[in-house]
């Protein structure tokens, strides 16, 4: 699982593999929405937890379908299938990987872009604190939606439609905190169920993934 | 006689022949007692006026929006544990149902919260549920519509039906933390003191059985159309074969 895990790592960093992709989209992302409102600091600042959680979940979403396509295509992902590690492994190995190339990334950028838009200064450690507790259930909600739609052959326009939806509870709880953070306000009850959600998708979707991957394997 | 006998397409299609025409009539009949009686014989409401009638509608539609998804929900599991195909064809079937009946809940609501609330959309806890509820219909459907063998198609939205089933929930209860209510409570129930006056609620109950029939009645007639369908399919692979 460690060999797969570095081996994700790499083809992620090296030439082609689309690493800080997702990182631009954000910046472009935060960028477009001064122009979108107007440049008036206090509604900026009002709407900056928002803003940079829904960024941060589209810059995950662009980098989904690259999980398994690419596998799929050059016929790792049956090699991997019958491999001695068990599927459930491969899908958490893959998700974390996405979570360090992808998740990672945003929740350290988020911070820098939280200045562009006013972020208040309270905000910024809670903001910092509710992407890292959310962004890997992005991954492996993502990772799901990635082994749905593995079989498809124009499958990334589905797959923003069947993850968003999932996307739902995490980005509620997540946005919550970052916005209860900057307005000083007690965080401590969404951090809690933001950590619930990661917790339980990390241990439950793995399984839902790699039944879903096996399927279309078949 | 058990109920796994309708497993079998072939016995499905003959009970569900004989049954279609009195559940039809059945639902027609409810239907009309219940709308009727409700837009014709009901007092209006001293506050509301006239647009209290469309309760008539709109509870029956949003109970149904939901119970149609926890029917896909068990026709997904049972086609997940016995593999019967008759099942998940039911789940296929129940879902453009149960996304009508959730738009249908959306606008009788718009049409009702326009005059009442004086606005036609409020990020209430309730709306919010039945928007993203909608949205699971969406993808569900989508994925049904995107895979092409159908058993592949039918383990995919089966799995994508229970983990949205569990992360409907979740989103359920996220928007009930996320935005304070603006919806009233619960106009029925069977255990509590205070709802609807009785005047309201016997047309109301009547026009419940009759959406609930309605929905049987569609889904007995889409699951046919899908065997049917399926009978096609596997009638033009033969003829190409010979």
């Not at chain 2, 007092?43 to 539609?61: L, M, N, W």
């Not at chain 2, 409020?122 to 058993?151: H, K």
Request: aromatic share 10%.
């Amino acid at each position: 699982m460690l060999a797969l895990l570095l081996r994700d790592l790499r083809l992620a960093t090296r030439a082609g593999g689309g690493f800080g992709l997702s990182l631009a989209f954000f910046l472009i992302v935060t960028v477009l929405v001064p122009f979108g409102v107007g440049p008036e600091g206090g509604i900026l600042a009002r709407i900056a937890p928002g803003i940079l959680w829904v960024g941060a979940l589209l810059s995950c979403l662009l980098s989904l379908d690259r999980i398994f396509a690419l596998d799929r295509e050059d016929g790792s992902l049956d090699l991997l299938a019958t491999a001695p590690i068990p599927l459930e492994g491969v899908v958490a190995a893959k998700a974390l990987a996405h979570w360090l190339t992808t998740g990672l990334p945003l929740t350290l950028g988020a911070p820098v872009l939280g200045v562009l838009l006013h972020l208040p200064g309270s905000g910024f450690a809670w903001l910092t604190l509710s992407l890292l507790l959310g962004t890997p259930a992005l991954s492996v909600i993502g990772t799901f939606g990635a082994a749905l739609t593995v079989g498809l052959k124009r499958g990334g326009l589905l797959l923003s439609l069947l993850v968003l939806p999932l996307y739902i509870p995490t980005l509620i709880f997540g946005a919550e905190a970052a916005r209860r953070g900057s307005e000083g306000l007690a965080t401590a009850t969404p951090l809690l169920m933001l950590a619930g959600i990661t917790a339980g998708a990390v241990a439950m979707l793995p399984f839902a993934s790699a039944a879903a991957i096996r399927v279309n394997l078949r | 006689m058990s109920i796994w006998e309708y497993a079998n397409p072939k016995k499905f299609m003959q009970t569900s022949s004989w049954a279609l025409p009195w559940v039809t009539g059945l639902a027609v009949v409810t239907l009309l007692t219940g709308l009727v009686w409700g837009f014709f014989f009901t007092p209006d409401d001293f506050r509301q006026g006239a647009t209290v009638k469309i309760i008539y509608i709109h509870v029956p539609s949003a109970m149904m929006a939901i119970n149609a998804w926890a029917m896909m929900l068990v026709t997904s599991l049972i086609w997940l544990i016995r593999r019967h195909h008759v099942s998940v064809l039911a789940a296929k079937a129940a879902a453009p149902i149960g996304m009508t009946m959730t738009l249908i809940a959306l606008f009788t609501g718009a049409i009702w919260g326009q005059p009442m609330w004086g606005t036609w959309w409020a990020w209430d806890p309730r709306l919010t549920s039945f928007l993203i509820l909608f949205l699971f219909y969406l993808g569900y459907i989508a994925l049904w519509e995107a895979v092409d063998d159908p058993d592949t198609a039918a383990d995919l939205t089966s799995v994508l039906c229970l983990v949205g089933s569990v992360f409907a929930l979740l989103s359920r209860y996220a928007v009930l933390f996320w935005n304070q209510g603006l919806h009233q409570g619960a106009s029925l129930s069977l255990d509590k003191e205070e709802h609807v006056a009785d005047v309201f609620a016997w047309p109301l109950w009547i026009s419940m059985a009759g959406f609930v029939l309605l929905f049987i009645t569609l889904v007995l007639l889409r699951t046919r159309t899908e065997i049917r369908s399926r009978r096609l399919r596997a009638l033009e692979a033969r003829e190409r074969m010979a």
